[in-house]
């Protein structure tokens, strides 16, 4: 099945800090990427819309000079939480679509703690 | 407005079936899916629905009617490891997913 990792599972940086995620589509391309948000005992939140080769579409309220995408390949997209602050500490889940439309798989995620 | 309602939290007893009701209100529909997800894990796969029925996969079983904007998720003989959150989720016009706020499901011994 369609396989997809997140590095690193867990990490904790200082406020005013930048932390680099990585997701990656391990045995299929992925031409779309997404990226969640989830805050404790909260469902998750839609935060961006990655395509690969083209600039990332990003929901309302999500600041997109604070939370770059990049998806450079068709196997890797990136988010950099920038200036981290103790209130990004959240799990980032990406997930990506796969051939058909309706197919999404899902990274382990990554707990971010900004202290 | 997109809109997925279920209920907050469920208590089911081992060995007993649970259904977790899912009503939606979204702009276009491409499927509705169930999840299941564990205290601090990613989600996980358990249904696809996009024409009305019931599919059943093993202990689960997802139902939807189109026309009335409702889902249930049947879990049967339940084990102490379905213990964990079910999100719904409704795929728009868009293909984007559309998330209900999920359902704690609490199982006792």
């Known amino acids: 099945g369609a396989v997809v990792s997140q590095h690193p599972s867990w990490v904790i940086c200082k406020s005013g800090t930048s932390v680099k995620i990585e997701c990656r589509s391990l045995?299929?391309?992925?031409?779309?990427m997404f990226w969640y948000r989830q805050f404790p005992k909260q469902s998750l939140m839609l935060m961006a819309t990655?395509?690969?080769?083209?600039?990332?579409?990003?929901e309302q309220g999500v600041e997109k000079d604070k939370f770059l995408i990049n998806h450079a390949s068709l196997t890797l997209s990136t988010l950099t939480v920038t200036s981290a602050h103790p209130e990004d500490s959240s799990f980032y889940i990406c997930?990506?679509?796969?051939?058909?439309?309706?197919?999404?798989?899902f990274g382990p995620g990554t707990r971010l703690t900004v202290t | 407005g997109q809109n997925i309602d279920q209920p907050t939290e469920m208590t089911a007893t081992e060995g007993a079936i649970v259904q977790i009701n899912c009503t939606y209100q979204?702009?276009?529909?491409?499927?509705l899916f169930w999840y299941q997800q564990h205290a601090g894990e990613a989600p996980t796969f358990l249904s696809y629905?996009?024409l009305d029925g019931l599919e059943e996969k093993g202990r689960f079983s997802s139902f939807l009617s189109r026309s009335k904007g409702y889902s249930y998720l049947l879990l049967k003989e339940l084990q102490m490891k379905d213990s964990a959150s079910y999100l719904c989720?409704?795929?728009?016009?868009?293909?984007?997913?559309?998330w209900g706020a999920g359902t704690k499901l609490i199982i006792k011994p």
């Open positions: 979204t702009s276009g529909f491409n499927g």
């Open positions: 045995d299929f391309q992925a031409t779309t």
């Open positions: 997930s990506a679509r796969g051939l058909r439309d309706y197919e999404q798989y």
């Open positions: 989720a409704v795929m728009d016009s868009n293909y984007q997913l559309i």
């Open positions: 629905n996009v």
């Open positions: 990655s395509n690969e080769g083209s600039k990332a579409t990003y």
